[in-house]
């Protein structure tokens, strides 16, 4: 027996994201695919994607390239390296694609988004404009292993440290846990920063 259409539940999921939510949670809140599509052709919900839509009561987010690609990626990937530091306003880097961390478990092909896959504890996620997103230091020390020039690196760093998204400490944290060349490329940024 299918469970009862909750439009409450959906309603919650999709809040918290401007709007956005998969196919998949609008079916665990008993809105199958025949419901959905109704919904969609009278105007409820917007299709943004294969199987990412949008409640029509919110307004289009800013960021919406960035909500599908996490929501295509997957619950427990999160926007990162230059994506993530265009949605915290750190580098005026404009990404040709969107950046994304799986875990490692997760599937390394989706069309269009750039992923890397590594651990992602709880640590080092947080959600910013309903995204999922890396932090800040997270973020920094994963430029730095990828070779962002050094002049980047110290310009989003300046610029967390002044706006109170992340300090020294957290950065220099971070680039313990990964160590080797990792840890002397941010000694020698927090140096000069």
């Given at each position: 027996m299918d469970a009862k259409p909750d439009h409450q539940a959906l309603y919650a999921i999709a809040e918290a994201r401007s709007g956005y939510f998969t196919a998949a949670e609008a079916a665990t809140s008993g809105i199958r695919s025949q419901l959905l599509s109704h919904h969609t052709r009278r105007g409820a919900y917007q299709r943004?994607?294969?199987?990412?839509?949008?409640?029509?009561?919110?307004?289009?987010s800013r960021f919406e390239d960035l909500v599908i690609a996490w929501l295509r990626a997957g619950p427990r990937s999160a926007i990162s390296h230059t994506s993530a530091l265009a949605l915290y306003g750190l580098s005026d880097i404009v990404p040709g694609e969107v950046h994304v961390t799986i875990p490692r478990s997760g599937s390394r092909r989706r069309a269009g988004l750039r992923l890397h896959t590594a651990a992602l504890p709880d640590s080092a996620v947080t959600v910013r404009e309903g995204i999922r997103v890396t932090t800040v230091a997270r973020t920094i020390a994963d430029l730095a292993f990828t070779g962002l020039s050094e002049d980047r690196l110290r310009q989003a760093a300046q610029e967390a440290f002044s706006r109170g998204l992340t300090d020294r400490v957290s950065l220099a944290a971070e680039a313990r846990k990964r160590g080797g060349r990792l840890a002397r490329v941010i000694d020698a940024l927090l140096s000069g920063v």
């Open positions: 943004a994607a294969h199987g990412i839509y949008r409640l029509t009561r919110f307004p289009t």
